[in-house]
C-alpha cells in the first residue's frame, strides 16, 4: 500500500493507527486529524473495502471531516475517525470489538470512539468493556447518550429547513419533493420528519426491500438508485455514503437543492464549485449533520442534559445560514466558505 504521506487526503494528519490482531483478525485503522480542540472524536465505520489503499482513503477524509464538523458545531472535541476492515460477510465477533477496544485505550484518551455506519449500540457496549473511551452507549430514559441515529437525523431535517427557506423561500416542507439518497437509521429518521411536515419523499437504497419498507412507511415512492441523484425534486438529500457528488453527477441534478447526512458528500474540492456555478444551494455536510456527534459530546464531556443536546441542533440552520450569507458576499461556494472557517478554527 502507498505510505500515507503521499495519499492527497492525508492533509498533516496527526497521527495514523494501523491495528492488527492476529487472533480475532482484526485489522483496523484509526485516523486523528486534529486534537487542538480537544481528543479526537468520531465513530468507527465497519465495513467491507475492495482494497486496503480504500480504507485509507475512507479513514483520512472521514476523520478530517470530524474536525470540520466538530469545530463547526463548537465542540470541545478534535477530530477523527475509525474503520474497520470488515471479511465479505460482514462479521463481527466481541472478541474483534474487544480487541478494537484494547487497541483505542492503549491511544490514553488520544482517540474517543462512537458508532458510525456497521456498528450499534451493543457494539459500542463491547468495546467498552475494554475503553472508557467511547460514547453511544445506553441511558436510562431522557439521558444523555445512546445511538446518535436520531440526533443526525433531526439536525439534516432543520438544515433542509434552512435551506427551503433560503432558497425556496418555503418555512415548511409541505408539498415539496424530497429525493433520499438511503434508507438507513439517519435517511429513515429524516424520512419521518419530512413526511409528517407533508413532504412527498423519493426514497432509493442499494437494498431495496429496506428501500420499499421506509417508502410505504413514509407513503414514499421508490426509484432505481442509478437514477435517485437525477430525480427532479425540491431538495435531493444524500443520506448514504461518500464522494457521490461528482462531475458528471452534479451535472445530471435536477433540484436547487442539495441537503443531506452524508459524510464526504464532494468527490473532490472542484465539486463545490461545480455545484455552485449551476446555481444550486448546497448543505456542507458536516455542518448539516452534526446532531449525532452533538450527542456524543454531551454525553462524553457530561456538560449538558438532553435539552442542551436539542437547543445545541436546532443552532444547525443558523450556521448554514452564516455560511450561505458568506457564500452570497464572497462569491465563494458555501463549501469552500465551510473549509475556511473550520480551519480557522482549528488553526490551520
Known amino acids: 500500500m502507498q505510505t500515507p504521506w503521499g495519499f492527497p487526503d492525508f492533509d498533516a494528519h496527526e497521527a495514523l493507527h494501523f491495528v492488527h490482531?492476529?487472533?480475532?483478525?482484526?485489522?483496523?485503522?484509526?485516523?486523528?486529524?486534529?486534537?487542538?480542540?480537544?481528543?479526537?472524536?468520531?465513530g468507527t465505520r465497519f465495513w467491507h473495502y475492495a482494497d486496503d489503499a480504500d480504507a485509507l482513503t475512507d479513514a483520512l477524509r472521514l476523520s478530517r471531516g470530524m474536525s470540520f464538523k466538530n469545530a463547526m458545531a463548537g465542540l470541545p472535541l478534535g477530530g477523527g475517525k475509525a474503520v474497520i476492515l470488515a471479511p465479505a460477510d460482514r462479521s463481527k465477533t466481541p472478541a474483534l470489538l474487544a480487541a478494537f477496544g484494547l487497541a483505542i485505550d492503549q491511544l490514553g484518551g488520544q482517540y474517543v470512539t462512537a458508532e458510525d455506519v456497521g456498528m450499534s449500540v451493543s457494539d459500542m457496549i463491547e468495546i467498552a468493556r475494554k475503553t472508557r473511551f467511547v460514547a453511544g452507549l445506553p441511558v436510562a430514559g431522557g439521558a444523555v447518550g445512546g445511538d446518535p441515529g436520531p440526533h443526525t437525523s433531526l439536525g439534516v431535517f432543520l438544515g433542509i429547513k434552512a435551506a427551503v427557506k433560503h432558497a425556496l423561500g418555503k418555512d415548511s416542507v409541505a408539498g415539496l419533493r424530497i429525493a433520499l439518497q438511503?434508507?438507513?437509521?439517519?435517511?429513515?429518521?429524516?424520512?419521518?420528519?419530512?413526511?409528517?411536515?407533508?413532504?412527498?419523499?423519493?426514497?432509493?437504497?442499494?437494498?431495496?426491500?429496506?428501500?420499499?419498507?421506509?417508502?410505504?412507511?413514509?407513503?414514499?415512492?421508490?426509484v432505481d438508485p442509478a437514477a435517485i441523484l437525477s430525480t427532479p425534486a425540491d431538495v435531493v438529500s444524500?443520506?448514504?455514503l461518500g464522494a457521490i457528488l461528482t462531475e458528471q453527477s452534479i451535472a445530471a441534478l435536477k433540484t436547487p437543492?442539495?441537503?443531506g447526512g452524508a459524510n464526504n458528500q464532494l468527490a473532490t474540492h472542484a465539486d463545490?464549485?461545480?455545484?455552485?456555478a449551476r446555481g444550486i444551494l448546497y448543505a456542507p455536510d458536516y455542518v448539516i449533520n452534526a446532531g449525532g456527534i452533538i450527542n456524543v459530546s454531551t454525553e462524553y464531556v457530561r456538560d449538558g442534559d438532553a435539552s442542551l443536546v436539542r437547543q445545541r441542533i436546532e443552532a444547525i440552520p443558523a450556521r448554514l445560514e452564516q455560511i450561505w450569507a458568506d457564500s452570497a458576499s464572497s462569491n465563494r461556494n458555501p463549501a469552500e466558505v465551510a473549509d475556511a472557517m473550520a480551519m480557522a478554527l482549528i488553526g490551520r
Open 257 to 259: 437543492i442539495v441537503a
Open 238 to 240: 444524500p443520506c448514504a
Open 272 to 276: 463545490g464549485e461545480r455545484i455552485h
Open 21 to 42: 490482531d492476529a487472533a480475532t483478525g482484526l485489522r483496523a485503522i484509526i485516523a486523528v486529524h486534529s486534537t487542538h480542540l480537544g481528543p479526537a472524536a468520531g
Open 182 to 222: 438511503g434508507a438507513g437509521s439517519v435517511a429513515s429518521g429524516v424520512a419521518m420528519h419530512a413526511a409528517a411536515e407533508g413532504a412527498t419523499l423519493i426514497i432509493a437504497d442499494v437494498d431495496g426491500p429496506r428501500a420499499q419498507a421506509l417508502a410505504t412507511q413514509v407513503s414514499g415512492s421508490v
